[in-house]
Structure formats: structure tokens, C-alpha cells
């Protein structure tokens, strides 16, 4: 009678707690990078269908990273492993559905919470702000005026090279075309894109934690100013942050809001006119990234 209840205890035991799927955590900030484990036991012989893991799985909830399938064995069983590393750009609670592997096993559910931080916090001291002149050339310094310029004659030089070369093609096109050669039409990556993949670099150099303050505010005011530029379609690096705000008067209140309280902060520590707290050192990113996500526009960058 007891080895009976013995056995019936391993087998539950084992039916409950072979299959797993885990996350790390379940409330995360927008942009924040989490794991998931998921692994399950097999016996030597057992069929089973290993997901694929794609992104279509998760709903607004992205696969950063997958690491390998990691297979353990023993006389009988074999234990499988992978390790995911998982994000969102879009606040909200997602549920990431079982993983089956086949008709008697499959994991658990999981409920991620993605947060962000309102704008009309009035306890956010990332608004608690001294004023700096602005709409003169205080707003740069001399090493950020000249990298500027070089940055437009580099833009020039591709815009040129690009006019040539859609002329070389044209002509090849014009000559050749009996061939029935088909080229392929050239990938152009969002500019919101490319801006997320920036500031999801920049946050993993932890520069203000390693003393580099200006540095850090710097690239996120040139990503913010790059974006807006790509985006919008004007000379934003060049100009004010009081000349950006009002071009984009056209942009839900809230989101010009944003916007200001990010350039006007990473003014104030250019140019030494303000403190910075870790908070808000971790806010700014966050900010930029809600902005971003809120303002993209998907075909901006194919017009």
C-alpha cells in the first residue's frame, strides 16, 4: 500500500512539475529586458514537438535574443532547456500562452505587466527643471556645431552618391532591359527603428553609471533630434529646442510635452545647469521611448 501511494506521489509530482515555462519577472518598465526559461521532461523515447518560438507567439512582446537547446539525459529521461531573452515598447498586461510538446504535456501561462511613467506625474522630479537660454548658439558647444557640420556634408556626399547611382541603374535599366533582369528594390530601415536600436544600445553602455553624464545626455538628445529630422522631415540637429517644440504643434499635447521635458533636461546637463538622480537618469530613456513609439510613423522612411 505504500509503495502504491509512493508511486502515485511521484508520478503527480512528475505530471505538475516536469514542464515549465518561467519568467524572470512579471512587471517590467517599456524597453526592459526579461528571461524566459522554459523546459520540460521527456522519457528516453517519448515524442515531442519542441516550439519553434517566433514572434508572432507573443502579442506585442518581442524575442530579443534565443539561446540553445540544451538537452540533459539520464538511464531514462531526458531533461530539454532553452533560454529566451523577451521585451516590449508597448505598455499593457500580454499573456504568453502554454508551450505544448505534446498530447500529456505542455507548461504553464504567464501574465507579463509592462508599465510606463505619465507625463502628469506631478511627483516626477525629471520636470523639476532650471531654465537655459534658448534659441542661441549657448545651446551647443563648438565640438557639437562642428561634428554637426560634418554630419550634413557626410548626408550631402550620400544624397549625391545616391542621385549617381540611381542614374548608373537607370541608364542600365534604359539598356538591358530585354535582359528580363529584375533588381531587387533597396531595404530601408523606419527611422523609429533605428532610433529604438540606439537608445536599446545606449542603455546597456550604462554610461551614467559609469560617471559619463554629459555623454549619456548627449547621444539621447542626438538620437531624439535624428529621429524627429528622419521623421518629420527638417533640419532638426540644427536647430533650438524651442524651434523643434513649435514645428511639431501639430502633435498630441501630451507627446510635445514628452518631448520638451526630454531636450530641455539633456540641456541642462550639457551644460552643467541642472542635477540629475538616478531616477531620472533611468527615466529619460523611458520618455524617449514612449515618445518614439507614439509618434512613428511605419512608411516615413519609404516616401
Given at each position: 500500500?505504500?509503495?502504491t501511494?509512493?508511486?502515485?506521489i511521484?508520478?503527480?509530482?512528475?505530471?505538475?512539475?516536469s514542464?515549465?515555462?518561467e519568467?524572470?519577472?512579471?512587471d517590467?518598465?517599456?524597453?526592459?529586458?526579461?528571461?524566459?526559461n522554459?523546459s520540460s521532461?521527456?522519457?528516453?523515447n517519448?515524442?515531442?514537438?519542441?516550439?519553434?518560438f517566433?514572434?508572432?507567439?507573443?502579442?506585442?512582446?518581442?524575442?530579443?535574443?534565443?539561446?540553445?537547446?540544451?538537452?540533459?539525459k539520464n538511464?531514462?529521461?531526458?531533461?530539454?532547456?532553452?533560454?529566451?531573452?523577451?521585451?516590449?515598447?508597448?505598455?499593457g498586461s500580454?499573456?504568453?500562452?502554454?508551450?505544448?510538446?505534446?498530447e500529456?504535456?505542455?507548461?504553464?501561462?504567464?501574465l507579463?505587466n509592462?508599465?510606463?511613467?505619465?507625463?502628469?506625474?506631478?511627483?516626477?522630479?525629471?520636470?523639476?527643471?532650471?531654465?537655459?537660454?534658448?534659441?542661441?548658439t549657448?545651446?551647443?558647444?563648438?565640438?557639437?556645431l562642428?561634428?554637426i557640420?560634418?554630419?550634413?556634408w557626410i548626408?550631402?556626399?550620400?544624397?549625391?552618391?545616391?542621385l549617381?547611382?540611381?542614374?548608373?541603374?537607370?541608364?542600365?535599366?534604359?539598356?538591358?532591359?530585354k535582359?528580363?533582369?529584375?533588381?531587387?528594390?533597396k531595404?530601408?530601415i523606419p527611422a523609429?527603428?533605428t532610433a529604438l536600436n540606439?537608445?536599446q544600445?545606449?542603455?546597456?553602455?550604462?554610461?551614467?553609471?559609469?560617471g559619463?553624464?554629459k555623454?549619456?545626455?548627449t547621444?539621447?538628445?542626438?538620437?531624439i533630434r535624428?529621429?524627429?529630422?528622419l521623421q518629420?522631415e527638417?533640419?532638426?540637429?540644427e536647430?533650438p529646442?524651442?524651434?523643434?517644440?513649435s514645428?511639431?504643434?501639430?502633435?498630441?499635447?501630451?507627446e510635445?510635452?514628452i518631448?520638451?521635458a526630454?531636450?530641455?533636461?539633456?540641456?541642462?546637463i550639457?551644460y552643467?545647469?541642472g542635477?540629475?538622480?538616478d531616477?531620472?537618469n533611468?527615466?529619460?530613456?523611458?520618455?524617449?521611448?514612449?515618445?518614439?513609439?507614439k509618434t512613428?510613423?511605419?512608411?516615413?522612411?519609404?516616401k
Open positions: 500500500m505504500k509503495k501511494i509512493l508511486l502515485l511521484t508520478l503527480t509530482t512528475n505530471i505538475c512539475f514542464q515549465k515555462a519568467l524572470d519577472t512579471s517590467i518598465l517599456i524597453g526592459d529586458q526579461i528571461q524566459l522554459v521532461i521527456f522519457e528516453i517519448e515524442k515531442y514537438n519542441w516550439p519553434l517566433n514572434d508572432s507567439v507573443f502579442e506585442k512582446v518581442e524575442i530579443i535574443s534565443k539561446g540553445e537547446i540544451v538537452e540533459t538511464d531514462s529521461t531526458i531533461l530539454i532547456s532553452q533560454k529566451l531573452i523577451l521585451t516590449s515598447f508597448d505598455s500580454y499573456y504568453i500562452p502554454p508551450f505544448i510538446f505534446n500529456k504535456k505542455k507548461t504553464n501561462g504567464n507579463l509592462v508599465y510606463t511613467i505619465s507625463i502628469t506625474d506631478s511627483n516626477n522630479k525629471a520636470y523639476d527643471i532650471t531654465s537655459t537660454k534658448i534659441g542661441t549657448e545651446d551647443f558647444t563648438e565640438e557639437e562642428a561634428e557640420r560634418r554630419k550634413r548626408i550631402a556626399g550620400i544624397i549625391f552618391a545616391t549617381f547611382l540611381g542614374y548608373i541603374i537607370y541608364y542600365l535599366l534604359r539598356k538591358y532591359k535582359d528580363g533582369t529584375i533588381l531587387k528594390p531595404i530601408i523609429h527603428v540606439k537608445l544600445k545606449l542603455k546597456k553602455e550604462k554610461l551614467w553609471q559609469k559619463e553624464l555623454e549619456y545626455y547621444r539621447i538628445s542626438t538620437i535624428e529621429y524627429i529630422e518629420f527638417f533640419n532638426a540637429l536647430l529646442t524651442r524651434d523643434i517644440v514645428h511639431l504643434k501639430n502633435l498630441p499635447e501630451n510635445v510635452k518631448l520638451e526630454i531636450l530641455k533636461k539633456a540641456d541642462n550639457k552643467a545647469k542635477l540629475s538622480l531616477e531620472e533611468k527615466l529619460i530613456i523611458q520618455q524617449s521611448v514612449e515618445f518614439i513609439k512613428k510613423i511605419e512608411n516615413a522612411s519609404s
